[in-house]
């Protein structure tokens, strides 16, 4: 008896560890560091519009502002958030004024302005920005 009930303990233990689910943590939210890796638009290639620095993009949800670089010059502004809506054209955005070569520095921070909404994919790997439904940039969780 005492074999039966050891057997059917272990069966259990055994059961129940397979099938326990492990959680996994998930960034559902825009706070921290994010890296530019596909812009629509230009007729230039990603890497020839960016070949020395992807541009990179930093969000403070307690202090309502984000911050990085265009590839070239560091800028900030203050964070609009509505729900999904983000507003990066009323932000008042500023920037450092370094001479850049190229014109990926200009075509990001122009295509930013144009921005209405934003979405959060891949486990939280993925942050998505649209005009409409139309993806335009898309970054990935930089840690």
């Known amino acids: 008896m005492k074999k039966v009930i050891l057997l059917v303990v272990i069966f259990c ?5 397979c099938t326990t689910k492990k959680a996994t943590v998930k960034t559902t939210t825009l706070e921290g560091a994010w890296e530019l890796n596909y812009i629509t638009g230009p007729r230039i290639a990603f890497d020839g519009l960016y070949p020395n620095k992807k541009p990179t993009i930093v969000f403070d949800l ?6 990085g670089n ?6 900030f502004g203050a964070l609009i ?3 999904q809506k983000i507003n990066f054209k ?20 122009e295509t930013l302005k144009k921005i209405e909404s934003y979405t959060i994919t891949d486990e939280g790997k993925t942050l998505n920005f649209l005009i409409g439904n139309v993806v335009m ?4 969780h930089h840690k």
């Not at 265009?70 to 800028?75: G, H, I, L, M």
């Open 62 to 67: 307690v202090n309502n502002k984000f911050s």
């Open 137 to 140: 940039m898309r970054f990935t």
């Open 81 to 83: 958030l509505d729900g």
């Open 70 to 75: 265009n590839s070239c010059n560091q800028y």
């Open 90 to 109: 009323d932000a008042k955005i500023g920037m450092t004024m370094m001479a850049c070569q190229g014109t990926g520095d200009a075509f990001y921070i």
């Open 13 to 17: 233990i055994n059961f129940t560890s």
